[in-house]
């Protein structure tokens, strides 16, 4: 991994910095893209680069993957969205994380496919356990994280065919993170569960943290016996592949 580069959509925050922090210890070059210029700015020391844009423009992922052709290619971009019944939703506030997280998957890995990256590189796709795990209060986030997942399983056969990996990362929640928290808030809110029990439940400690996330990530690219299995649930203590 050392020298080779790496590109992390979604990268200035959260479980996307984690990976970052991961993947630049291994000595790769990173290439951080993300919306959020102050985020991006305090990464830049001893990172190959970072980009301020929109990561659902196709035009900036046919630029990047064109002139970088990263070596791993990471689609970690998150858009923040709202908890609520689907009965509460409309179809723009529902539809939230179709438009960013779904959208910037396909722009990002059509283009790796299309130009395509050099053989031997891994695609990682960023989804979530609410794939696997949805309640009623998430539907809107757990439909558009399960087309995530069910699109890391679809075209893992057509980029086998240039000699390219993908897997699918599907998270638990991160129950100390802003989102994390405000969703666990937020299913309180709906079910009258106490937050502490929600946890409790889901069986989330110990929590899943950006570090835990970056160094899964290392893990899943360095261990050969992980190198065919698309999908990883990642908790506090384990990295499980999903079959």
Known sequence: MTGKTAGVIGGSNGFGRGIVTALHAQGMRIIAIAKNKEHLDT?????????????????????????????VLVLNAGARGINRPTRLHTWETFSTQYEVDLKSAFYW?????????????????????????PMFVNAAYAAAKAAIWAFALGVAGEAEQFGIRVHCLLPIMAAESEVGSQALRDFSKYTGVPVEKIIEQKDMKPFVTPEIVGNAVVKILTDPTKSSTVGFRITGTEVIPVR
């Open 43 to 71: 990464l830049k020391n001893d990172l190959k680069g970072t980009i301020c844009g929109n990561v659902t423009d196709p035009v900036l992922a046919a630029r990047v993957i064109e002139e970088e052709k990263p070596h």
């Open 109 to 133: 890995v059509r283009e790796a496919l299309n130009s395509p990256l050099d053989n031997g590189s891994t695609i990682i796709l960023g989804s979530s356990g609410a794939a696997l795990r």
